[in-house]
């Protein structure tokens, strides 16, 4: 007997979204689907539609949340653009690319949104359901990943419904996730400089590409972006990193050569390993091992973002 579909939980259809944009309008929160992950959606001008998704998300406050906006000329009104930051977004925008800018002296955005800093993370999804949902409500909406803080983010309203059931006023179930790991947020400095500041679909490489340059991954105690908790996306047991092996206890995740109870990708596939990363790590925490082992992941391209995840699961 297959188990009932909580009763928040409804298709991304027209209907659907049109009920999605009165909650929002309201002040309510709603698990919507993007390219990368499941995002928990409220309207960003509120404090009070930004402190229900803290309070659904049990998420500190200083950790700053990615605002979504339909196109550029939205986000114009939010952050000041330069050259560099136009150039990146005619080459991924809409896309997984979060970009973090001087936030407007005048943008419509509640304080909580950049958590006392001077910038605003911003990102124009591709998704058609977050896209339609942004463009039915009129407004640009802060949206982490749609899970209780430090957990392992949702790939389909399923993993959000386990992880945050009633505390969403609504999940738009659009299906499983294409990417299946967050945005790249990428920082312009004032100085002419880019960084990123976490890894994601959007390799450093690409965006040297556009930008010239290049980047090393940022690890600091400074919060500047989104996702840069050094203990983040956690399963709740002990992960062990680069395994060859199953020990004593251990939910075996594999890679390539490398089998498992479960497989990141057995062909080696980066871009198979980031699109199942959370569901497997999902699958781990569901297991009745006590531990969790993870191949070796080859921490080039995509595999960066991969291995960035699993080092703060591990944490």
Known sequence: MEPTKPSNVHIANDLGVAQAARIIEAGGTVAVPTETVYGLAARADSDAAVAGIYRAKGRPDFNPLIVHVPDVTAAQGLACFDGRALELAQAFWPGALTMVLPRRED???????????????????AHPVMQALLKTCGLPLAAPSANRSGGVSPTSAAHVAHSLGDRANMILDGGETEQGIESTIVGLREDGSWAVL???????????????????????????????????????????????????????????????????????????????LYTCLHLGAAAPHSLIAVATIPDKGIGTAINDRLRRAAA
């Not at 992960?239 to 206890?249: D, M, N, T």
């Open 107 to 125: 943008a419509a955005l509640a304080a909580a949104v950049s958590a006392g800093l001077p910038t605003v993370a911003l990102r124009c999804p």
């Open 198 to 276: 976490r890894p994601g679909p959007i390799t450093a490489a690409q965006i040297a590409g556009v930008l010239g340059g290049k980047s090393d991954v940022v690890t600091s105690s400074i919060i500047e972006a989104p996702g840069q908790l050094a203990s983040h996306y956690a399963p709740g047991k002990p992960v062990r990193l680069e395994a060859s092996e199953a020990r004593e206890g251990e939910f075996l995740i594999g890679f390539g050569a490398v089998g498992g109870d479960v497989s990141l990708s057995a062909s080696g596939d980066l871009a198979e390993a980031a699109a199942r």
